[in-house]
């Protein structure tokens, strides 16, 4: 588990160190959703975002390591966005179930708190995916929203879309960081299974290119590389890559044979073949 206050903990050790750190927006509950930058500014950039998903937390946690390791590096180019977790709410109330509310006007929130509180009936809070209104933030982005094989209508502990595509504060804070920084590429990382998605309904050129770049992302991973897009939609990946025509990836890490909710111990055989894919991902896009 990786909680906001532990993210906020360790941003602030890199800014002390020298490292630019921001904010994007906040999330339902008013939560900040930090965003860290390495490299040269005003050059060309790449984003690397996690924890979207609630149980997600410990992709976050791989991100920060990934920050710590690339601020000495040299870089191809510009620099890396970091967004280390997109979900805080989530992933607070996978920690800590109903505690996610802790610290809070106790009038404040009184739907988010009787939704949470009717869901965590049916599912432990430790496996959900979804924010702190039941939205899947993954399926939340204009791309083929509403379409993907699991999409459900009603909120819940995952795969609900929400009321209309960038109904929820932290898919409206990535989409304007999104379009602010106007990236070359983007990488998003989930877990779990240890696979890397690249395509989305992209042209021929866009989709040889893409296909060109998940390679040599995978000769470091290791993953295996998915060709199609597995009938999924509303991902950022997803709107990364038609909307903004820029090559994007899903970085599932771990072992699927690793059940959730993870165990910090679960990431520890996936960080350094990580370690250095932004760096990766950025001389490759800016090449492309
Ligand atoms: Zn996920």
Redesign the pocket.
């Known amino acids: 588990m990786y909680t906001p206050d532990m993210l906020k903990r360790d941003c602030d050790a890199l800014r002390a160190a020298g490292v630019r750190t921001t904010s994007i927006g906040r999330s339902v509950l008013g939560r900040d959703i930090p965003a860290l930058f390495i490299g040269r500014e005003g050059g060309a950039s790449v984003i690397v975002t996690a924890a ?2 609630a149980r ?1 937390s410990l992709t976050a946690r791989l991100v920060m390591r990934q920050a710590e390791h690339l601020r000495r590096s040299k870089l191809f180019g510009g620099g890396i966005w970091f967004v280390p977790m997109v979900n805080p709410d989530g992933c607070l109330f996978a920690a800590r179930g109903m505690g996610a509310f802790d610290g809070l006007p106790p009038t404040a929130f009184a739907r988010e708190r009787a939704l949470m509180s009717a869901l965590s009936i049916d599912t432990p809070p430790a496996l959900f ?1 979804s924010n702190i209104r039941g939205v899947d933030l ?1 399926v939340n982005f204009a791309a083929g929203w509403g379409r993907g094989a699991r999409n459900v209508r009603a909120a819940g502990a995952e795969n609900y879309i929400g009321p209309h595509p960038f109904s929820e504060p932290e898919t409206r804070a990535l989409r304007a960081f999104t379009q602010a920084v106007a990236p070359l590429a983007t990488l998003s990382y ?2 779990k299974g240890r696979e890397l998605y690249w395509y989305f309904g992209q042209d021929p050129a866009a989709a040889a290119r893409d296909r060109r770049i998940a390679h040599t992302l995978n000769k470091r991973l290791g993953y295996r590389l998915v060709d199609g897009d597995m009938a999924s939609a509303g991902g950022y990946k997803d709107w990364c890559i038609a909307a903004l025509k820029i090559p994007a990836f899903t970085v599932e890490i771990i072992d699927d044979a690793r059940p959730h909710p993870l165990r910090d111990g679960d990431l520890k055989p996936d960080i350094a073949r990580n370690l250095e894919l932004p760096r990766i991902l950025l001389r490759e896009a800016t090449r492309a």
């Open positions: 979207i998903h997600e995916k993954n989930h877990a």
